[in-house]
């Protein structure tokens, strides 16, 4: 639906882009019956060539997708004529912007490409809606203008709309604008992904600077990994080290016992009071 | 004779399929995108394949639609001959001309082709005969292919400029049709004005 998108990254059916977007009515009522023919007629065609899409498909696509066209053409003209006047010149634009979509769709499988059928034509509406409602709003100041229904106000007096972008001329530039614009910005992302991506590869080999991967594989700062080992051997070295007096403090089967060592070698004799000669904590 | 003139001009420059209505403007850019000789192989195919489509539709409407009161049938119909006249014209390219069609690759996007499309659907001059049809469809091919040459043009042009990475390929293209409609609307005021005075 956005990342293959049939306008903004595939760029195909370029036309309906141009002709259909004069105004967010239009391109809205063009892009549901699109829709509804390109599901129909890929639920036909799909399991008769089995995803193989050749010359062959192409063909026979238009023709199954001529008839759906040519049905709903009715049905608008009959049930929804006001609907049926804002597309009249339109029409056959429906048929071949479904066998451009369908033939570019590059799945197998009945339902996945009729899935994908479906998406992309969900797609291709909302690229249409947004190019149309850009158009509209700036050849008219007005937005969703219908029939008699003059739309929207959006933009106040001081507002000199372009009508030039409203004509045949105006709207390819104003379409190969909107590409630029939607291209630099998925190109900006993607180069930011790609950037992202290498990185962490360099991180997995070792060979960034600053980050590196833990056991865990959590990418944490290489200092302080660094910190890290060193106070593990910070105390690593202190616990080999003995020194005269010092408290050891055993704990075998939770019991705490406290074993005190003289300061001085030689304690003295003459004092007979002893305070403590085993003390056990209860 | 006169009438003849006037559709000769239409076709060509005020109602130029591509820079008039806008109808075809990836396929021909597609098409010229190797250089003059791709443009007129494309061109020439184009021409034989609009001139069987429109025959084939004109028999249709007639003989058909008109006679039968089918107008629901219009589209199927009218998709029908370019469809077989597409087809037909690739196996004659194949069997016929290989040493200049090769892969069949060109002939191939015929089938989907919009400039065609748009010249069945577009052109339908109510006075005449078949042979009017097929001249207005064949003169409004030609004018599809003076569209492919003048992108050939542009895009050696552009080649030699410092066009932005997100603007090469068809937004480039596009823009540059656009301007080049916007001429040729004032062309066609101008000789309006000429033919008028």
């Given at each position: 639906m956005f990342k293959k998108n049939p306008i903004f990254e595939k760029m195909i059916a370029i036309t309906a882009a141009v002709l259909v977007t004069k105004t967010v009515a239009c391109a809205a009522i063009f892009s549901m019956v699109l829709l509804m023919v390109l599901v129909l007629s890929s639920v036909i065609a799909n399991p008769i060539f089995g995803g193989k899409k050749g010359n062959t498909y192409r063909a026979v696509y238009m023709v199954i997708a001529a008839g759906f066209t040519s049905a709903a053409e009715l049905v608008l003209l009959r049930v929804f004529p006001l609907l049926h006047s804002e597309i009249a010149l339109h029409i056959p634009l429906i048929v071949i912007c479904a066998t451009l979509i369908s033939s570019s769709i590059d799945s197998e499988g009945f339902f996945r490409s009729t899935a994908d059928s479906l998406f992309s034509g969900i797609g291709y509406g909302i690229a249409l809606i947004l190019i149309s409602a850009l158009r509209e709003l700036l050849s008219t100041?007005?937005?969703?203008?219908?029939a008699d229904y003059p739309g929207v106000t959006v933009?106040?007096?001081?507002f000199e709309p372009i009508?030039?972008?409203?004509e045949v001329a105006g709207s390819l530039i104003f379409v190969g604008c909107a590409l630029g614009v939607v291209r630099m910005i998925a190109d900006s992302k993607r180069e930011a992904d790609a950037r992202r991506q290498e990185e962490f590869e360099r991180i997995k080999r070792g060979e960034h600077e600053t980050l590196v991967l833990d056991e865990d594989g959590i990418v944490v700062l290489r200092s302080t990994i660094m910190r890290i080992e060193r106070e593990i051997m910070e105390v690593e070295a202190l616990e080999q080290i003995e020194l005269p007096g010092a408290v050891e403090l055993t704990i075998p089967d939770d019991d705490i016992k406290f074993e005190f060592k003289s300061f001085d070698p030689e304690p003295e004799k003459e004092d007979e009071d002893v305070i403590f000669e085993d003390c056990d904590n209860d | 004779m006169i009438n003849i003139l006037s559709l000769v001009f239409s076709a060509l420059?005020?109602?130029?399929?591509?820079?008039?209505?806008?109808?075809g403007c990836e396929n021909t850019d597609e098409s010229s995108s190797s250089g003059v000789v791709p443009a007129l192989k494309y061109g020439a195919l184009l021409i034989l394949t609009a001139a069987v489509a429109t025959a084939l539709k004109w028999v249709a409407q007639v003989y058909v639609i008109e006679r039968f009161a089918l107008e629901y049938l219009k589209v199927p119909l009218y998709v029908l001959s370019v469809v077989v006249s597409a087809l037909a014209i690739r196996f004659l390219a194949g069997r016929v001309l290989p040493k200049i069609y090769g892969n069949l690759k060109m002939a191939d996007s015929l089938v989907t082709d919009v400039a065609l499309v748009g010249i069945i659907f577009v052109?339908?001059?109510?006075?005449?005969g078949i042979l009017t049809s097929v001249l207005a469809a064949v003169v409004a091919a030609i004018g599809v292919m003076l569209a492919s040459l003048i992108f050939v043009m542009i895009k050696e042009k552009l080649e030699l400029s410092n066009v932005p990475r997100c603007m090469r390929g068809l937004p480039i293209m596009l823009v540059s049709a656009g301007i080049i409609a916007l001429v040729f609307a004032e062309l066609e005021n101008v000789i309006n004005y000429f033919y008028l005075h």
């Open positions: 100041g007005r937005i969703f203008a219908f933009f106040a007096e001081w009508e030039v972008i409203a | 420059i005020a109602d130029n399929i591509v820079f008039s209505y806008g109808i052109f339908n001059p109510v006075w005449g």
